[in-house]
């Protein structure tokens, strides 16, 4: 596969708020590090990335959506496109402070819309090597936005950094026998999953999202996101623990 200047990494929102409580919940050591790591990655030039590697983040909305949709049910019976505005803005705040820990690095507006091409093209005539995007509306994940990011910028691959590390023939948490699958196609992934998209769905790329994906070629890597090291290798195209989706 031709190597490609952009990579599209969709960051579970667990990993960035796996947990709420009153004084804390925000996982600081992985910001810190996960920062690092793409620092890094950006400054290393090789011949067919000349400018370095460029990234566009999608974070997910994490603990705080899944507080704040619980809550709202509680209190009056929430439309699932109600319940769908709590994730949008829940992956907004998110990308805020990722913008904000990649400040220097990032471009200052995060990308909140479906970009029209002639907003790409003066994205990528930017300096910046990085940029973050949020969710967009309702009935469409991050997933999905990850995957049209992609295609809009040209990038071949995904990787989705979640909490899981492969794909399962079936619900691992469920099922004891439940077997990993290091590689398999999206008409393979998408017999595994659900046929329809609903909000707060787990499962790790999600079935219109995995549409598209398969549509337009764009591979994914799924991941568990705690392993930086992993991460690393998966980013650079080496051998990785996780599953490929092509």
């Known amino acids: ?14 990993l960035i708020v796996p947990y709420l409580t009153d004084t804390d919940g925000i996982d600081v050591p992985f910001l810190k590090a996960f ?13 067919v990335l000349p400018r370095g590697r460029q990234f566009i983040i999608v974070p997910g909305g994490g603990k705080t959506c899944r507080v ?7 209190i009056v ?3 699932n ?11 907004r705040l998110n990308a805020q402070l990722l913008r904000t820990i ?32 949020s969710g967009w509306k309702p009935g469409w994940s991050t997933d999905y936005i990850a995957m049209r990011l992609a295609q809009k910028f040209g990038a071949k691959e995904m990787v989705d950094a979640g909490d899981i590390d492969f794909v399962y023939d079936k619900d ?27 909000p707060g769905l787990a499962s790790p790329i999600d079935p219109v999202a995995a549409r598209l994906a398969e549509k337009a070629r764009i591979q994914a890597k799924i991941i568990k996101g705690t392993n930086l090291e992993n991460m690393k290798k998966a980013i650079e195209g080496k051998e990785f623990v996780g599953t490929v989706i092509h």
């Open 81 to 91: 496109t109600d319940l769908d505005w709590i994730g949008v803005h829940s992956t």
């Open 172 to 198: 691992p948490k469920k099922f004891e026998d439940a077997k990993p699958l290091e590689k398999l196609s999206w008409k393979e992934y998408r017999k595994l999953i659900p046929s329809k998209w609903t």
């Open 68 to 74: 704040y949709q619980k809550t709202g049910r509680q």
């Open 1 to 14: 596969m031709q190597e490609s200047q952009f990579t599209v990494i969709a960051v579970g929102g667990s």
């Open 102 to 133: 990649f400040a220097k690095e990032a471009h200052p507006v995060v990308i909140d819309h479906d970009p029209s091409a002639k907003e790409v093209v003066q994205l990528k005539r930017t300096k910046k090597k990085l940029f973050i995007a």
């Open 77 to 79: 019976k929430m439309s």
């Open 35 to 47: 920062r690092r790591l793409l620092v890094r990655e950006m400054k290393k030039n090789r011949p």
